[in-house]
């Protein structure tokens, strides 16, 4: 599936000689939009060609990935359960528009506390699950994995040949990873960490087979799934300038910190840049419930 690069005309960039293209992987589907599409396609093909009937994932309250994963299993015949991290979630879940849509669209959710959590990659969590729920394909946190990355590979096309430097942001570098082995090695990719920590360079380099790109780590606005009213502006001024939405916890600070690179001269005139958009925007709700708790400004929403 191929979807269009969509040019953004800001006076900043044309007065610095950059071209700049979105590529719009948000437009995939209102819910399996963006990364989850590419990371679930093969993943889904093997489930099936192994005979299982069940996906058994991991997340947090707002995971475009647990929304993503619930409506592919309703939408391909399979069951799907939902571990998420939080014990506390358990009595208060209905007010969370994340999980209620996950649950709208057949997901089981098991709530854990963090620090059984931290363990759902050993073997004796994984044995615990298995004797709770049977059978079951696991998907990690996330959705990276060998498949995953085979998908986002095909975010890039032939005729992205066009760019100098793709940009992304990263959750937990599957998506990045896919696009650095479909990019040619005159292309620069730069990804934008969601989160804090510089251990994101080894994850990314178990899959990624090339060594043409680099993290900017400054744009994490405090790690993942936290914003600032700076941040809520620029998104909701770039969606008034462009008419692209973005979501406040990976697009959102790729789009804030290329723009604050290019203002600083980064990128020499003439560059041309492909930013992909990874979806998320099913999020939104839940950040602005949490916005509006903390009394401040709200993200536009159509």
């Not at 044309?14 to 599409?37: A, F, V």
């Not at 969590?125 to 590979?153: D, H, I, S, W």
């Not at 959102?252 to 930013?275: D, P, Q, V």
């Amino acid at each position: 599936m191929h979807t269009q690069n969509q040019k953004v005309n800001l006076s900043i960039i044309k007065n610095k000689g950059i071209t700049l293209y979105i590529k719009r992987e948000d437009l995939i589907h209102p819910l399996i939009s963006g990364n989850k599409y590419r990371k679930l396609k093969y993943n889904i093909l093997a489930a099936k060609a192994a005979k299982h009937d069940t996906f058994l994932t991991f997340g947090g309250a707002y995971s475009n990935h647990i929304a993503a994963t619930a409506y592919a299993g309703k939408k391909e015949g399979l069951h799907t359960i939902g571990i998420i991290r939080g014990e506390e979630l358990e009595d208060k879940w209905q007010k969370n528009a994340t999980l209620l849509l996950a649950r709208a669209h057949g997901m089981k959710f098991k709530f854990v506390s963090r620090e059984a959590y931290r363990n759902k990659n050993t073997l004796a969590f994984k044995e615990e699950l298995e004797k709770e729920f049977g059978r079951f394909y696991m998907l990690p946190e996330g959705g990276t994995n060998g498949l995953a990355v085979e998908g986002c590979q095909e975010i890039i096309t032939k005729e992205d040949a066009f760019f100098n430097v793709i940009t992304s942001a990263v959750g937990t570098g599957g998506t990045i990873a896919g696009i650095i082995n479909a990019s040619s090695e005159l292309q620069k990719v730069i990804g934008f960490p969601a989160l804090k920590g510089n251990f994101l360079q080894e994850d990314i380099r178990k899959f990624a087979n090339k060594r043409n790109w680099e993290l900017q780590n400054k744009y994490h606005f405090g790690g993942y799934g936290k914003v600032s009213p700076e941040l809520i502006q620029f998104i909701n001024n770039f969606k008034k300038e462009t008419n692209i939405p973005l979501d406040p916890v990976y697009t959102g600070k790729m789009i804030f910190g290329l723009i604050e690179m290019i203002k600083e001269g980064c990128f020499k005139s003439g560059t041309k840049i492909l930013a992909i958009h990874t979806g998320g925007l099913q999020g939104i709700p839940g950040m602005n419930t949490l916005l509006k708790r903390k009394k401040q400004p709200l993200l536009i929403v159509e």
